[in-house]
């Protein structure tokens, strides 16, 4: 099968997890929520950063001084603890979002409640993920200051291949970080190749929000007024990237439901099977 012919396997995949979305609408809230939340951590550090300073100039330049005097060590560490956070919060409503996706797939009504419990149960887990997560995301960015992006990507694609179905295997599973991600990585070997077509595939709907972004920007801007068209353009921009994030998640529940036998009824099965390549 060419590459044409997974990528619109993969569209097709793509159009049927928002089909659920449309459904349930209700669903866009855990990206809206982990945006926020994400938000909110950076504010926070930056916060922090302005009240240690009093947003003095000369005061910053000191605090970037005593840090430099720090070392490594203390940059690593507060970037470490950056990278813990935000990977608990994007995985945890991740893996809230994958469990009402899960439910869908049992003919079962989804609820942002019972996710966000769901994934309060499971928190343990997912907060030793994210601090392996944290952990390699450390040393992958010690390595591209070291070697260069060029290293640091390579081996930063193959930490995403082998880590493609962590999450709805934390969803899955109530297991361990190093389970998880053996579970992911056999998942990968057994079936080489689901990943990067379906991956590039539901990359196209990105490019669809840029490219819509961009359209709904311009027309607003000439009717109206050129700032009015940039908020657009970026609210536009931001709605389809919560669509698309929500999507992505319902297609790894349903790929991943669809490797360990269970096809769930609202995708073809032989749709999903035509997007995966044996070795």
Known sequence: MNLFDRLGRGWNLGIQSLEIISEHPKLLLFPVLSGSAMVAIVLSFF????????ANPELMNAFGDK???LGEVAVYGILFLFYLISYF?????????VHNARLIFAGEAPSIRAGIQFSSQRAASIFAWAALAATVGLVLKAIEDKLGSLVSGLLGFAWSLATYFVVPTLAAEDIGPFDALRRSSRVIRERWGESIGA???????FLVGIVLAIIIGFVTG????PGIGVAFGVLTFMLTNIINGAARNIFLAAAYEHTQGNTPQQFDHDTLDGVFMQK
């Open 222 to 225: 000439q009717l109206f007024h």
């Open 67 to 69: 840090l430099e005097q």
């Open 89 to 97: 919060i994007v995985i945890f409503f991740n893996v809230a979002l």
């Open 47 to 54: 916060g922090a950063f302005l009240g240690m300073t009093g």
């Open 199 to 205: 991956g590039f595939s539901l990359g196209l709907f």
